[in-house]
């Protein structure tokens, strides 16, 4: 019986603080509207950084897709000569797919990406196939080509090679452009969201501070009659979670909106190194996880604020008679 009489006090406490916590957001509405303000902003960069790194990601592996490192072989070389560079290849943690190309099938590619050139294919029929047979590797991670680049310096592989490999020069610096470009974006949108994240935690903390602030005096009288640290500083917490849904409803919609409007408005399917279309499918796609995401996150920016807040200036202790 004691331990339902505890259980339905408790059920009691907790509606009191929602109701406390909701009242003083419409109480502090400036300073609510502040606060949201600065928390949709922080959502939003969080959003749209999930997004573009998604995007970007999507990117980049359409374009690693096609790196290849093409190894020009002599005419010379043995069958259980290449067999041995394939497999050596192969082993190699790095590399996702090997493949032979041929003399004759290099020349009939040749001739079929060069089909609408009749100067080209007339010049390589008057001669024999100047074309080298090829080994062409596809890496896992471009950003490690390295690992592949040491199996093919080796003397014993060089001894082969006709020509150096693809892998160089203009190439090569395109790859570690892009290489670069992808681990700069990564630590660019990490340091984003961590700022922004810290900048609207600072803002709700100086809110709640002036919340109370103002409602010192109520406080003190709360205080005196034994009013429980959690009946004190529950309303506030439940005020800066407030604001953090109210925060990710707005930063989801205007997203939303900044979709549907780039949809109508563009008819480009990318810009620069983001796939618009895959960015607008991949929002749609993910709707409710960006939902809980935003939730999770706002109600996580403004809880972590407010308990930091209400535990630096409410330092509440409690006494034998309690209210709520």
């Known amino acids: ?16 603080i929602f ?40 990117t980049i592996q359409q374009i690693t897709d096609r ?20 497999s050596k290849l192969k082993d190699v943690d790095n590399v996702r797919e090997v493949t032979y190309v041929s003399k004759q099938q290099a ?39 390295d690992e592949i680049r040491n199996v093919l310096e080796t003397t014993e592989a060089k001894a082969l090679q006709s020509d150096e490999t693809s892998y160089s020069g203009d190439r090569k610096e395109a790859i570690d452009k892009i290489t670069n470009a992808t681990a700069f974006f990564r630590k660019a ?11 609207s935690m600072l803002i709700i903390f100086n809110t709640i501070q002036m919340a109370i602030f103002n409602r010192r005096d109520e406080l003190t009288i709360m205080r005196l009659l034994g009013a429980s640290n ?28 900044l979709f549907v409007v780039q949809a109508q408005a563009f008819d480009a399917s990318s810009l620069g190194l983001l796939d618009i279309k895959y960015a607008n499918q ?8 960006f939902l809980g995401m935003q939730l999770l996150a706002g109600i996580a920016i403004g809880a972590i604020s407010s308990l930091i807040a209400t535990a630096r200036y409410l330092k509440v202790k409690p006494t034998r008679r309690r209210i709520g």
């Open 1 to 16: 019986m004691k331990e339902k009489r505890s259980f339905k006090r408790k059920l009691i406490m907790l509606e009191r």
């Open 19 to 58: 109701k406390a916590g909701a009242v003083n957001f419409i109480r502090n509405i400036t300073l609510s509207i502040a606060a949201t303000a600065v928390m949709v902003v922080t959502l939003t960069i969080v959003l749209f950084s999930v997004i573009a790194n998604a995007t970007f990601n999507y």
């Open 67 to 86: 790196i290849d490192i093409s190894v020009y072989l002599k005419d010379n070389v043995t069958e259980d000569q290449r067999e041995n560079l394939i």
């Open 107 to 145: 020349l009939e590619n040749y001739q079929k990406d060069n089909q609408d050139n009749l100067d080209l294919l007339l010049a390589i029929s008057q001669t024999d196939n100047p074309l080298p047979a090829t080994i062409q590797v596809k890496p896992k991670d471009p950003g490690r080509i």
């Open 189 to 199: 949108v990490v340091i984003g969201i961590v700022l922004f994240a810290v900048i």
């Open 230 to 257: 959690v009946y004190i500083k529950g309303p506030f917490i439940v005020e800066t979670m407030l604001y953090g849904v109210v925060s990710a409803v707005i930063s989801l919609s205007l997203c939303n909106a």
């Open 282 to 289: 991949y929002f749609s796609d993910n709707f409710l996880i």
